[in-house]
Protein backbone atom coordinates (compact mmCIF):
# COMPACT_ATOMS: atom_id res chain seq x y z
CA UNK A 1 0.00 0.00 0.00
CA UNK A 2 1.72 3.33 -0.88
CA UNK A 3 2.37 6.10 1.97
CA UNK A 4 0.77 9.19 2.39
CA UNK A 5 2.12 11.21 -0.21
CA UNK A 6 3.35 15.12 -0.57
CA UNK A 7 3.79 17.47 -2.97
CA UNK A 8 5.58 19.24 -3.90
CA UNK A 9 8.45 18.72 -1.97
CA UNK A 10 10.40 22.16 -1.49
CA UNK A 11 9.42 24.88 -2.46
CA UNK A 12 10.54 28.65 -2.71
CA UNK A 13 8.39 31.82 -2.12
CA UNK A 14 9.07 35.35 -1.37
CA UNK A 15 6.99 37.38 0.89
CA UNK A 16 3.22 38.30 0.04
CA UNK A 17 2.82 35.39 -2.18
CA UNK A 18 0.40 32.35 -1.87
CA UNK A 19 1.19 28.51 -2.06
CA UNK A 20 -0.56 25.53 -1.95
CA UNK A 21 0.55 22.46 -0.80
CA UNK A 22 -1.05 19.08 -1.45
CA UNK A 23 -1.18 15.71 0.41
CA UNK A 24 -2.79 12.44 -0.32
CA UNK A 25 -3.47 10.04 1.80
CA UNK A 26 -2.93 5.95 2.31
CA UNK A 27 -5.72 4.54 -0.30
CA UNK A 28 -8.88 4.19 2.48
CA UNK A 29 -7.70 6.77 5.27
CA UNK A 30 -10.54 9.61 5.09
CA UNK A 31 -9.11 11.58 7.76
CA UNK A 32 -6.37 14.04 6.97
CA UNK A 33 -4.05 16.49 9.19
CA UNK A 34 -1.99 19.16 8.77
CA UNK A 35 0.64 20.50 11.34
CA UNK A 36 4.00 23.24 10.67
CA UNK A 37 7.00 22.39 12.38
CA UNK A 38 9.38 24.74 13.25
CA UNK A 39 12.46 24.75 15.23
CA UNK A 40 10.90 26.53 18.22
CA UNK A 41 7.77 25.65 18.24
CA UNK A 42 7.22 21.97 17.24
CA UNK A 43 4.44 20.30 15.68
CA UNK A 44 1.64 22.94 15.94
CA UNK A 45 -1.57 21.42 14.33
CA UNK A 46 -3.21 23.13 11.73
CA UNK A 47 -6.44 21.30 10.84
CA UNK A 48 -8.18 17.89 10.09
CA UNK A 49 -10.44 16.91 7.65
CA UNK A 50 -12.93 13.93 7.49
CA UNK A 51 -15.00 13.13 4.37
CA UNK A 52 -14.28 17.08 3.21
CA UNK A 53 -15.52 18.37 5.96
CA UNK A 54 -13.36 20.17 8.30
CA UNK A 55 -13.78 19.27 11.61
CA UNK A 56 -10.57 20.79 13.69
CA UNK A 57 -9.09 23.63 13.19
CA UNK A 58 -5.62 25.12 15.11
CA UNK A 59 -4.62 28.60 16.22
CA UNK A 60 -3.60 29.68 13.21
CA UNK A 61 -4.47 33.39 10.94
CA UNK A 62 -6.74 32.87 8.65
CA UNK A 63 -4.21 32.92 5.96
CA UNK A 64 -4.05 29.69 6.44
CA UNK A 65 -6.70 27.20 5.14
CA UNK A 66 -7.73 24.07 3.75
CA UNK A 67 -10.07 22.00 1.72
CA UNK A 68 -10.78 17.99 1.09
CA UNK A 69 -11.76 16.53 -2.03
CA UNK A 70 -13.95 13.55 -2.44
CA UNK A 71 -11.25 11.33 -2.93
CA UNK A 72 -9.93 11.96 0.69
CA UNK A 73 -6.98 14.21 -0.98
CA UNK A 74 -6.27 17.57 0.49
CA UNK A 75 -4.83 20.80 -0.03
CA UNK A 76 -3.76 23.29 2.12
CA UNK A 77 -3.23 27.12 1.32
CA UNK A 78 -1.28 30.20 2.72
CA UNK A 79 -2.01 33.85 1.35
CA UNK A 80 0.27 36.60 1.51
CA UNK A 81 3.13 34.72 2.90
CA UNK A 82 5.42 35.96 5.74
CA UNK A 83 8.78 35.03 6.67
CA UNK A 84 7.59 32.97 10.11
CA UNK A 85 5.66 30.73 7.67
CA UNK A 86 8.70 29.10 6.83
CA UNK A 87 8.75 25.47 7.69
CA UNK A 88 8.03 22.08 7.31
CA UNK A 89 4.38 21.10 6.63
CA UNK A 90 3.80 17.69 7.05
CA UNK A 91 0.06 16.19 6.28
CA UNK A 92 -0.73 13.01 8.33
CA UNK A 93 -3.87 10.42 7.47
CA UNK A 94 -5.65 8.21 9.69
CA UNK A 95 -8.59 5.87 9.15
CA UNK A 96 -11.48 7.01 11.59
CA UNK A 97 -13.15 9.52 12.28
CA UNK A 98 -11.90 10.72 15.93
CA UNK A 99 -8.52 10.78 14.63
CA UNK A 100 -6.86 10.85 18.49
CA UNK A 101 -7.72 7.19 18.90
CA UNK A 102 -5.37 6.17 16.17
CA UNK A 103 -2.04 6.31 15.12
CA UNK A 104 -1.59 8.78 12.15
CA UNK A 105 0.67 8.03 8.97
CA UNK A 106 2.44 11.01 7.67
CA UNK A 107 3.72 11.94 4.44
CA UNK A 108 7.38 13.36 4.03
CA UNK A 109 6.55 16.75 4.27
CA UNK A 110 6.60 20.30 2.10
CA UNK A 111 10.02 22.30 3.07
CA UNK A 112 8.51 25.79 2.84
CA UNK A 113 11.08 28.50 2.29
CA UNK A 114 9.85 32.18 2.38
CA UNK A 115 12.28 35.01 1.22
CA UNK B 1 -1.78 24.68 26.85
CA UNK B 2 -2.38 20.82 26.22
CA UNK B 3 0.76 20.58 24.39
CA UNK B 4 2.93 17.60 25.52
CA UNK B 5 6.47 18.61 26.75
CA UNK B 6 9.27 16.41 26.10
CA UNK B 7 12.39 16.06 28.71
CA UNK B 8 15.59 15.99 27.99
CA UNK B 9 15.57 18.45 25.25
CA UNK B 10 18.91 16.38 23.39
CA UNK B 11 19.88 13.21 24.54
CA UNK B 12 23.57 11.45 23.46
CA UNK B 13 24.40 8.20 24.40
CA UNK B 14 26.65 4.94 23.57
CA UNK B 15 25.26 2.42 21.74
CA UNK B 16 24.36 -0.22 23.75
CA UNK B 17 22.78 1.98 26.68
CA UNK B 18 19.34 2.74 27.12
CA UNK B 19 18.00 5.76 26.55
CA UNK B 20 14.54 7.46 28.89
CA UNK B 21 12.31 9.96 27.27
CA UNK B 22 9.93 11.94 29.42
CA UNK B 23 6.62 13.72 28.59
CA UNK B 24 4.70 15.49 30.45
CA UNK B 25 0.95 17.21 29.88
CA UNK B 26 -1.82 19.46 31.07
CA UNK B 27 -5.06 17.87 30.59
CA UNK B 28 -7.05 14.65 30.46
CA UNK B 29 -6.15 12.47 27.94
CA UNK B 30 -7.67 8.91 26.13
CA UNK B 31 -4.61 8.20 24.97
CA UNK B 32 -0.92 9.04 24.42
CA UNK B 33 0.93 8.03 21.18
CA UNK B 34 5.22 8.20 20.82
CA UNK B 35 6.86 9.22 17.50
CA UNK B 36 9.80 9.57 15.82
CA UNK B 37 11.39 11.78 13.42
CA UNK B 38 14.72 11.36 11.59
CA UNK B 39 16.03 14.33 10.27
CA UNK B 40 13.37 16.59 8.59
CA UNK B 41 11.63 13.71 7.19
CA UNK B 42 7.54 12.89 8.47
CA UNK B 43 6.98 11.02 11.66
CA UNK B 44 6.57 7.60 12.10
CA UNK B 45 4.01 5.66 14.84
CA UNK B 46 5.99 3.98 17.78
CA UNK B 47 3.25 3.40 20.20
CA UNK B 48 0.32 3.81 21.62
CA UNK B 49 -0.56 3.70 25.40
CA UNK B 50 -4.48 4.00 26.34
CA UNK B 51 -5.19 5.96 29.46
CA UNK B 52 -6.06 2.99 31.30
CA UNK B 53 -3.36 1.01 30.55
CA UNK B 54 -0.18 1.58 32.46
CA UNK B 55 2.81 0.48 30.84
CA UNK B 56 3.52 -1.48 26.89
CA UNK B 57 6.03 -3.01 25.48
CA UNK B 58 7.18 -2.85 21.77
CA UNK B 59 10.51 -4.94 20.73
CA UNK B 60 12.90 -2.53 22.64
CA UNK B 61 10.83 0.01 23.23
CA UNK B 62 8.66 0.30 26.36
CA UNK B 63 6.39 3.16 27.52
CA UNK B 64 4.68 3.58 30.84
CA UNK B 65 1.28 5.85 31.69
CA UNK B 66 0.86 7.79 35.15
CA UNK B 67 -2.16 9.46 34.47
CA UNK B 68 -2.26 10.52 38.03
CA UNK B 69 1.03 12.89 37.32
CA UNK B 70 -0.23 13.59 33.89
CA UNK B 71 3.17 12.22 32.50
CA UNK B 72 5.09 9.25 30.51
CA UNK B 73 8.37 7.50 29.79
CA UNK B 74 9.83 6.25 26.49
CA UNK B 75 12.65 3.61 27.28
CA UNK B 76 14.69 2.21 24.29
CA UNK B 77 16.90 -0.36 25.21
CA UNK B 78 20.18 -1.63 23.64
CA UNK B 79 20.24 1.38 21.63
CA UNK B 80 21.75 1.39 18.28
CA UNK B 81 22.96 4.46 15.73
CA UNK B 82 19.90 4.00 13.55
CA UNK B 83 18.28 4.88 16.79
CA UNK B 84 19.66 8.80 16.57
CA UNK B 85 16.44 10.68 15.40
CA UNK B 86 13.97 13.08 17.64
CA UNK B 87 11.35 11.60 19.57
CA UNK B 88 7.91 13.36 19.97
CA UNK B 89 5.29 12.38 22.81
CA UNK B 90 1.34 13.10 21.49
CA UNK B 91 -0.97 13.23 24.10
CA UNK B 92 -4.71 13.07 22.54
CA UNK B 93 -8.15 14.31 24.02
CA UNK B 94 -9.53 11.61 21.02
CA UNK B 95 -10.22 14.54 19.07
CA UNK B 96 -6.50 15.97 18.40
CA UNK B 97 -3.36 15.57 18.94
CA UNK B 98 -0.81 18.11 20.92
CA UNK B 99 3.07 17.22 20.10
CA UNK B 100 5.63 18.70 21.64
CA UNK B 101 9.08 19.96 20.72
CA UNK B 102 10.47 16.40 21.08
CA UNK B 103 13.55 14.55 22.31
CA UNK B 104 16.82 15.05 19.89
CA UNK B 105 18.42 11.50 20.68
CA UNK B 106 22.21 10.83 19.47
CA UNK B 107 23.42 7.11 19.63
CA UNK B 108 27.21 7.14 19.55
CA UNK B 109 28.73 4.31 17.67
Known amino acids: KAGVTQTPRYLIKTRGQQVTLSCSPI?????VSWYQQTPGQGLQFLFEYFSETQRNKGNFPGRFSGRQFSNSRSEMNVSTLELGDSALYLC??????????????FGPGTRLTVL | SQQGEEDPQALSIQEGENATMNCSYK?????LQWYRQNSGRGLVHLILIRSNEREKHSGRLRVTLDTSKKSSSLLITASRAADTASYFCAPSTGNQFYFGTGTSLTVIP
Open chain 2, 27 to 31: TSINN
Open chain 1, 27 to 31: SGHRS
Open chain 1, 92 to 105: ASSTRENVGYNEQF
